[in-house]
């Protein structure tokens, strides 16, 4: 399964943005997915996570209420919406997927990782 994030970018405080990450290779549509975010000089994170078929989510309390996780199985693509950015929100954004059963936060249950895709978001 190979995973290709896209959509990040500059944006203003308050500003939105919505990451996409589409999945190839074996079948990705019976796979959990998330979302995981990593700024300088600190640990990966935990962001949000989907079940396969998109009935059950999870988010950090962090983004909860700012940021939305969701899946379209028919074009292999998971997204993230974020709205009412923070400077703290800055990270390389990370989307993973792995076969599990329901959500998780613990980003040792996904085997499939995409390379990152930059969000800053200026003060």
């Known amino acids: 399964v190979q995973l290709v994030e896209s959509g990040g970018g500059l944006v203003q405080a308050g500003g939105s943005l919505r990451l996409s990450c589409a999945a190839s290779?074996?079948?990705?549509?019976?796979?959990?997915m998330g979302w995981f975010r990593q700024a300088p000089g600190k640990e990966r994170e935990f962001v949000a996570s989907?079940?396969?078929?998109?009935?059950?989510?999870v988010s950090a309390d962090s983004v909860k209420g700012r940021f939305a996780i969701y899946r379209d199985n028919a074009k292999n693509t998971l997204y993230l919406r974020m709205n009412s950015l923070k400077p703290e929100d800055t990270a390389v954004y990370f989307c993973?997927?792995?076969?599990?059963?329901?959500?998780?936060?613990?980003?040792?249950?996904?085997?499939?990782w995409g390379q990152g895709t930059q969000v800053t978001v200026s003060s």
């Open positions: 989907i079940t396969w078929n998109g009935d059950s989510t």
């Open positions: 290779g074996r079948t990705s549509s019976d796979l959990a």
């Open positions: 993973a997927a792995g076969r599990f059963s329901g959500v998780s936060r613990f980003d040792s249950n996904y085997a499939y």
